[in-house]
């Protein structure tokens, strides 16, 4: 069974900081990887999709990186907006599953 | 803009069988460029992931929860469902439908807003 790691488990940051979010794929080499973020009683938003390409309306300060096994959301410089949860989400065509990380709760400092 | 709305009881007996449908407007889920998803989170928990379904009713479920689960296409009502049986308290959870691109099935454009069910006797 594939397991996605997502590291750190929790970010404390302040506005204006920059934040990095890993994930490593247990067995694959797929790069149809998503990254989603979650608030508090708020549907999941997309982020970025296929390891790179940002989703409609997301802004420039988040992007995404990396190749299987090991993957990187970054967002430059953290607004107050962006305290939340952050998933990655990956595809595999064989056995077709996903695979979806603990997430990584980004919190106030 | 297609919307997702899920329906179904809010609170199941423990050992019942959980039964929601999403329905879904301004789009066709008889469309071949898209998936359609189950997803969950259970309170203080993760987003799970519980299985899809194409329009020609392949499916394809989390290896955790496929003993337990059926998910269905009705491509004439322009809906999905879902049915987990043997429900324990462990299943209560925010449950989430959404649409994700055939192409790229890790990138789910369109997501319903979520209805919490409960297990509980």
């Known amino acids: 069974e594939r397991v996605m790691t997502q590291s750190p488990a929790t970010l404390s940051v302040s506005p204006g900081e920059r934040v990095t979010v890993t994930c490593r794929a247990s067995q694959s080499d797929s790069n149809n990887l998503a990254w989603y973020q979650q608030k508090p009683g708020q549907v999941p938003r997309l982020l970025i999709y296929g390891t790179s390409t940002r989703a409609e309306g997301i802004p420039a300060r988040f992007s995404g990186s990396g190749s299987g096994p090991e993957f990187t959301l970054t967002i430059s410089s953290l607004e107050s907006e962006d305290f939340a949860t952050y998933y990655c989400l990956q595809y595999n065509s064989w056995p077709p599953s996903l695979t979806l990380g603990p997430g990584t709760k980004v919190e106030f400092k | 803009q297609v919307q997702l709305q899920e329906s179904g009881p809010g609170l199941v007996k423990p050992s019942e069988t959980l039964s929601l449908t999403c329905t879904v407007s301004?789009?066709?889920?008889?469309?071949?460029?898209?998936?359609w998803v189950w997803m969950r989170k259970p309170p203080g928990k993760g987003l799970e992931w519980i299985g899809y379904?194409?329009?020609?009713?392949?499916?394809y479920y989390n290896p955790s929860l496929k003993s337990r689960s059926f998910i269905s296409v009705d491509t004439s009502k322009n809906l999905f469902s879902l049915e987990l049986n043997s429900v324990t308290a462990a299943d209560t959870a925010v449950y989430y439908c959404?649409?994700?691109?055939?192409?790229?099935?890790?990138?789910?454009?369109?997501w319903g807003q979520g209805t919490l069910v409960t297990v509980s006797s």
């Open positions: 959404a649409r994700s691109i055939a192409v790229a099935p890790e990138r789910f454009d369109s």
């Open positions: 301004g789009g066709s889920t008889s469309s071949g460029d898209y998936y």
């Open positions: 379904i194409y329009h020609s009713g392949s499916t």
